[in-house]
């Protein structure tokens, strides 16, 4: 019987052994699997934040909260997502993921003091105060534990005079220079505290009045590593791409042909100085030796040779598949082509990858109108529901009304009224319109105009007025949307000429001709190229 137990145990060994080694192997797998997946996200947000959205690269990262990450992949993340915090975008996520980087590595004072930047932005400067006072340890972080204590409402000037000791630097130099934009100031603390932060805000601070060579040379003096980065950066803000090409040879050396984030600068560089053969180079050095790095050089590529431009689409998305941004560009060349077949199956693919989709769903409706499919279109827009929904619902009501389509019209409003969704007012009127009750169709817009506060609809309830021959109810309406234009300074001449121009009208309507060249003139006045205007009141003088 102990023969038996002990002849098992080598087996229980290897078993043990073997279990080791897969969950090493799965763990690996693992590892080098969410490596993958992070650049392929981090370049889906550079895509989207190249065309100027930036709500939807914002949601891109949002899977990587749920995720241990590097410290350095924090960094990359933080760096990106920095500017758009500064600028009210997006400081939520950039909080979130200050948060969860400092959390994890909670050795690294760099991201708490990030931390406690993005507090502040985010209005809770108390919390920065603690947590600078228990993590900020080194003398360079002195400026962030005083900036928390400014921004709290705090007196700091007993706590400054004690941390900056002997320091020439006082503590009333320094509330000096957190509440200024003094560049100068800010270098001669960075230099006094030895803090790369400041300097680096003293540079930025530079640059933004003009100096640059001035902000270069900060950086350049400085041994910190991501100096030279920072140069390149305020060089490509700068608009100043043949600096930026010498800075990615000088200060780079040799890594500037290995480093291909330093790569794709220096394509943006070449673009600005017209060397487009140049940047195709090396976006095609890019694609050949680092093919997974960025969706960005098979964009460029596709803007940069318009006629293969499908081809670099092509090839990006097998590489990066599921990329929304070349998804969309593809399917858009194949829209504007007339190759409708493609286009279709294109947006269906970004329906599917990116679940709701604005540009997909709507691209897919206008697809299906096109092909004169409203059983397909209804379908289609039946499936979203609230806001999305509802969006594609008033953009398929002027589509269906601009084909002059009452029957689609009425299923569409059939469909809404079954929602009560938000823009009944406004589908019934294009409906009425089609069907020639135009003062019901006047009416209706009236009604949307009390919800969403469009002058376009008072407008618009004006001309159905005159159509349906009701000359004092469409001077009224034209009188309600000039109200607004009083009160805006934000709509143009153009548009308030238009609004006068109805006033003209229906004054002619009512017979009151007197006040309908008034009216006329002071349309003129507005926009002199209102060339209705102009031929209504030549009319007016031949009948005089």
Request: hydrophobic share 40%.
């Amino acid at each position: 019987m102990k023969k038996d137990k002990w002849d098992i145990l080598p087996k229980i060994l290897v078993l043990l052994l073997v279990s080791i080694l897969a969950y090493s192997f799965y763990d690996h797998r693992q590892i080098l699997y969410r490596d993958i997946e992070f650049r392929d996200l981090l370049s889906e947000f550079d895509g989207l934040l190249d065309y100027g959205r930036e709500s939807e690269a914002l949601e891109t990262l949002r899977p990587l909260l749920r995720v241990d990450l590097s410290s350095f992949q924090y960094l990359q993340i933080l760096k990106r997502s920095h500017q758009l915090a500064v600028n009210g975008r997006g400081v939520s996520i950039f909080t979130d993921f200050a948060r969860r980087g400092a959390e994890r590595f909670p050795g690294r004072e760099d991201l708490w003091f990030i931390y406690c930047r993005a507090l502040i932005m985010k209005g809770n400067p108390e919390r920065a105060v603690e947590i600078s006072e228990e993590k900020l340890v080194s003398p360079r972080f002195l400026g962030m534990r005083a900036e928390s204590l400014l921004s709290s409402g705090m007196e700091i000037d007993t706590y400054l005079e004690k941390q900056a000791g002997e320091s020439s630097f006082s503590s009333g130099g320094l509330i000096k220079l957190l509440n200024s934009r003094d560049p100068r100031l800010f270098s001669a603390a960075g230099r006094e505290w030895n803090s790369p932060e400041l300097i680096a805000d003293a540079a930025l601070l530079y640059a933004e009045e003009g100096s640059i060579p001035e902000a270069n040379r900060l950086l350049k003096n400085s041994t910190e590593s991501r100096f030279p980065e920072l140069s390149l950066q305020i060089a490509y803000d700068a608009a100043d791409p043949q600096y930026g090409l010498v800075l990615i040879q000088e200060m780079m050396g040799e890594q500037a042909q290995e480093d291909p984030g330093l790569k794709l600068y220096q394509a943006e560089f070449a673009i600005a100085l017209a060397r487009q053969k140049e940047a195709m180079e090396i976006y095609r050095d890019l694609i050949q030796n680092t093919p997974e790095y960025s969706v960005l050089p098979y964009l460029n590529m596709a803007v940069l040779d318009n006629s293969s431009a499908k081809e670099y689409l092509k090839k990006g998305l097998e590489k990066f598949p599921e990329s929304r941004v070349l998804l969309e560009r593809l399917g858009e060349l194949y829209y504007r082509e007339g190759a409708f077949v493609s286009a279709k199956e294109t947006f269906t693919r970004l329906l599917d990858v990116a679940e709701g989709h604005p540009e997909a769903r709507i691209r897919l409706a206008d697809l299906e109108l096109g092909a004169g499919s409203q059983g397909s279109t209804a379908r289609l827009w039946d499936s979203y529901h609230g806001e999305q929904g509802d969006s594609l619902a008033l953009f398929l009501g002027w589509r269906l009304f601009g084909n002059r389509d009452q029957e689609g019209l009425r299923v569409l409003l059939t469909m809404q009224k079954q929602r009560n969704g938000p823009d009944q007012d406004l589908l019934e009127g294009l409906y009425f319109s089609l069907t020639g009750d135009f003062a019901g169709a006047a009416e209706k817009f009236e009604a949307a105009y009390q919800k969403n506060k469009h002058w376009e609809y008072l407008y618009d309830a004006g001309r159905l007025y005159l159509e349906a021959g009701e000359a004092e109810r469409a001077l009224n309406a034209f009188s309600r949307a000039d109200e607004i234009f009083t009160l805006r300074e934000d709509l143009s001449a153009q548009n308030r000429s238009m609004v006068w121009l109805g006033i003209g009208e229906s004054h002619m309507a009512a017979g009151d001709r007197k006040n309908a060249a008034n009216a006329l003139s002071y349309a003129l006045d507005l926009d002199p190229s209102n060339l209705r205007a102009t031929l209504m009141i030549n009319a007016l003088g031949k009948m005089e």
